[in-house]
């Protein structure tokens, strides 16, 4: 090959990983039309004993519909720039997280952080504090009595 023709490969083949979609994960959702997913890629080492090697890439992703939710499986594309770090667009959603479509039929269990952090009590939490620290300690921390001396 001639150094014109190589370099023309390598650019074909960096077009093609781009065209081809990721597998990912989406693990945040912190702003609108943006998520964080990741990319888990694994390869075989070539040492003594082998192995497999896995690694994990974060990347953020844009999703102009809005329509991805926490632990959906996602297939992303490489795009234009979106922002300095988002480079990646939402292909389509290959399998929605289950406990999300739960939630879609049930509202009233989906409690927001707020709606947690306001409540004291809530069933499965700890106790929150409150102001009078010494009633909640006494009422969950009973000292035990002492047994009679016979």
Same mark, same amino acid.
């Given at each position: ?47 003594? !004993? ?31 720039? !979106? ?44 106790? !929150? ?22």
């Amino acid at each position: 090959h001639t150094p014109t023709t190589h370099m023309a490969s390598r650019v074909l083949d960096l077009l093609k990983a781009k065209a081809n979609p990721l597998r990912a994960v989406i693990v945040a959702k912190n702003h609108p039309k943006t998520l964080m997913c990741e990319v888990m890629k694994t390869k075989f080492v070539r040492t003594k !004993y082998g192995g497999i090697e896995k690694t994990r890439t974060r990347l953020m992703v844009h999703d102009a519909k809005d329509e991805g939710r926490i632990g959906d499986e996602v297939l992303i594309k490489h795009s234009r720039p !979106y922002s300095a770090r988002k480079r990646h667009i939402l292909h389509e959603i290959v399998r929605p997280f289950p406990p999300s479509a739960f939630l879609d039929a049930h509202p009233e269990y989906n409690i927001t952080r707020a709606e947690r952090k306001g409540k004291k009590n809530v069933a499965g939490d700890h106790v !929150y504090k409150s102001i009078d620290t010494e009633q909640t300690t006494k009422a969950t921390h009973k000292e035990p009595s002492p047994q009679p001396q016979q």
